[in-house]
């Protein structure tokens, strides 16, 4: 089977943390200890959403050293494609679920001498694993968060309980915001930067970093890029001999996935390069979401990331 | 006990010896009658019962003997174990991933006991039981990786993964195929793979990296990589050369059967979870010519791999000057008969001696 090694789980806590965020906890339903994990991993949620099966990559929030449960929490996206509202208005404490071993992207650079977090809204999720697994080594840490408001910034009141001298928060309810190149600047040698957030956050915190010299070893981001909805296109899948049609609100990969045609992947989310797909013929305009393909392999038209990527035009056929 | 320990040696008088069931779980490495480098990699799930893929960390009659050699090495060179600073975390990792394989896997030899972070581990054969304070070095006699890789057959890398890349930053190496952890640490995949002949260009190297930075937690895999070596000698090292390499010039038509001996590594990966690192434990079998030649199949095999192998692989393998000697001794034992797919003696068809 594709993706990584499965966990049978009930969910055992729903608790929403403010208007657009809640919290998900889950047990084993076989009783035995959850795999510990690294700060940063995530996981990937099995969601029977009707007729669909929804897998979506969440980070992993709880303590990675408790092996009892695991916690995600999940932000609620009116405008995506389901996911995340199936999550907020469908499910229910006791609902069996499916989750994937933790698979880690985004960890920690040990060799840090200090890690320097950015985050931005739901990006907090990464970092609240990887602040207990620091706390536990006496790891060097600081966290500037920035937040729409202070109802809206998720864990940010127990952050500050917990470590007031660490935790910075920016809302732009009150128009903070992170003077970067300050903070930059007055790092100590050997600083490694974290960035998870929205798309635009990452870009201008990684250049900010980059014009500064920052080395690029030292700089770490996550963005997981939900597929977002498109218009419906028709794939053929040469090496399945099937024809597919994609809807609006499913990704590539789900659509394959819903024909039993089994395709490799990991992250889901356009980052991890498993689920690399080679394009037999096209005849349109490729939409490339990943952060996988580097700009020719896009231009070469030779290759397509399913978990994320759409097709707009007449044909696309596919070595799947 | 289930397992009859040797007592044997792996340098000056070598004693060392294969049983009956050793040799037939050797994992002779030549699943066809040639051989050449690919992205020859499985998943790590158990195997035949009885096999040397059985377990997650195979235990055999050579246990205590190679530890005790294992114990020699480090008392004349500390530098075989190595662990950089940001590999500590990785290190409870290893300790944790075969104590919990080995009590699983074997309970009738190793015991752990866990209260919280209060650990205890019994290891009847070595005579050990300890309790510590996992995540706590203070508590243990060594670092978490030398503490349990003293303790486990083979060598383990641990590798530090980031920036797409894998960083050979701890180790312990003590029974390796003539490649040094003290020149090796720090290095990169492609950096300490450079010598290696022909693979890079066969785009092996890349291929290989991109499975294993994806090798998952919960999902291990495996490969096996061969050489040869004179005499039953574990540590081939490139710091002790002097002292092997004359070795390879005692062969002679006459002693060739019981000197020579097929070294096979049963490559094995495992995503480590609290750190991300990965390890690569890299468990060495040795079996003379004299031995193999017991399976029929294994004699015209090894033969015709031997003899058609690339002059590049003979010379990094580093036995090219003693090839014509092999093929002397090896012919004569290849009858020319088809051998059947696999790697498995034919047990049915030709029965082993015991
Ligand atoms: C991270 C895990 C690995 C480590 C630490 C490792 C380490 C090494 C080292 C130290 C050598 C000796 C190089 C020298 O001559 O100095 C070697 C050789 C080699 N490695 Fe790896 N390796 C790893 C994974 C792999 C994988 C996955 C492949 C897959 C194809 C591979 C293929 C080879 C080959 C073909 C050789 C030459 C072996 C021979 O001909 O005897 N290695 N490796």
Redesign the interface.
């Known amino acids: 089977m594709s993706g990584s090694e499965k966990i049978n789980v009930e969910v055992s806590k729903i608790i929403p943390l403010n208007n657009l965020v809640t919290r998900f906890e889950f047990k084993r339903i076989d009783g035995e200890l959850f795999p510990t994990f690294s700060g940063g991993a995530h996981t990937i949620v099995e969601m029977k959403d009707g007729g669909i099966i929804r897998r979506n990559p969440y980070s992993l929030m709880s303590d990675p050293m408790d092996q009892h449960s695991y916690a995600i929490s999940v932000r609620r996206d009116d405008e995506g494609r389901g996911g995340s509202l199936f999550m907020h208005n469908s499910l229910q404490v006791g609902d069996d679920m499916v989750l994937s071993y933790p698979v880690n992207l985004f960890s920690l650079d040990l060799r840090a001498k200090k890690h320097l977090m950015i985050a931005g809204g739901i990006g907090i999720t990464p970092f609240m694993a990887q602040i207990k697994q620091l706390d536990r080594s006496q790891g060097n840490w600081e966290l500037h968060y920035s937040a729409r408001s202070p109802s809206l910034s998720a864990y940010a009141d127990e952050l500050l309980t917990m470590h007031p001298n660490n935790v910075h928060m920016y809302y732009d309810s009150e128009n903070k915001s992170i003077d970067l190149e300050n903070l930059l600047d007055g790092q100590p040698l050997g600083t490694h930067l974290y960035i998870c957030g929205p798309k635009g956050m990452i870009d201008w915190a990684v250049g900010q970093a980059v014009n500064l010299g920052w080395p690029s070893e030292a700089i770490h981001y996550e963005e997981f890029l939900a597929p977002k909805p498109g218009k419906p296109f028709q794939v053929m899948l040469l090496a399945s001999d099937k024809l597919v049609s994609v809807g609006e609100n499913e990704s590539l990969l789900e659509a394959i996935e819903r024909e039993g045609v089994d395709a490799p992947y990991l992250c889901r989310g356009g980052a991890c390069g498993q689920c690399e797909t080679t394009v037999i013929e096209s005849d349109g305009e490729f939409i490339h979401m990943d952060h996988w393909l580097e700009d020719e392999e896009k231009l070469s038209r030779k290759k397509i990331m399913p978990c994320v990527s759409r097709f707009d035009g007449k044909t696309l056929v596919l070595d799947r | 006990m289930t397992i009859q320990f040797n007592d044997e040696t792996f340098r000056g008088d070598y004693t060392f010896k294969n049983s009956g069931w050793a040799l037939k779980r050797f994992p002779f490495p030549f699943h066809e009658d040639s051989y050449m480098y690919s992205v020859n990699m499985e998943q790590h799930k158990g195997g035949p019962a009885g096999s040397i893929y059985e377990k997650r960390f195979d235990v055999d009659e050579h246990y205590l003997s190679e530890m005790r050699d294992r114990a020699e090495v480090l008392k004349e060179d500390p530098l075989r174990c190595q662990s950089?600073?940001?590999?500590t975390?990785a290190g409870w990792d290893l300790l944790e991933l075969i104590m919990v394989s080995k009590s699983e896997d074997y309970p009738d030899m190793f015991e752990l006991q866990r209260k919280g972070d209060k650990w205890r581990w019994i290891n009847k054969p070595m005579e050990i039981d300890d309790s510590f304070t996992f995540?706590d070095e203070a508590t243990l006699p060594y670092g978490p990786m030398e503490y349990i890789t003293r303790q486990t057959q083979g060598d383990f890398v641990v590798l530090?993964?980031?920036?797409e890349n894998l960083w050979m930053d701890a180790g312990m190496v003590t029974t390796q195929a003539d490649w040094s952890l003290d020149f090796d640490i720090g290095m990169n995949f492609f950096e300490w793979h450079a010598p290696v002949p022909k693979a890079h260009e066969m785009g092996i190297f890349v291929r290989a990296l991109?499975f294993l930075l994806?090798v998952?937690?919960?999902?291990p895999a495996r490969r096996l990589n061969w050489t040869m070596t004179v005499n039953p000698l574990l540590d081939t090292s490139p710091e002790n050369y002097h002292k092997w390499g004359t070795q390879k010039r005692t062969v002679t038509a006459d002693n060739i059967g019981e000197k020579q001996f097929l070294r096979v590594e049963l490559q094995t990966f495992f995503r480590l979870?609290?750190?991300?690192a990965l390890v690569f434990p890299i468990r060495c079998y040795l079996a003379s010519f004299n031995d193999l030649m017991t399976v029929p199949k294994w004699g015209r095999r090894l033969h015709r791999v031997i003899r058609d192998l690339p002059e590049e692989l003979a010379t990094y393998k580093g036995f090219i000057d003693n090839r014509p000697m092999m093929l002397d001794y090896l012919s004569k034992f290849d009858d020319g008969k088809p051998t059947s797919n696999g790697i498995w003696p034919d047990r049915e068809t030709e029965p082993l001696r015991d």
């Open positions: 950089l600073p940001n590999m975390l995540l530090d993964q980031r920036d991109k994806n998952q937690q919960g999902a979870p609290r750190s991300n």
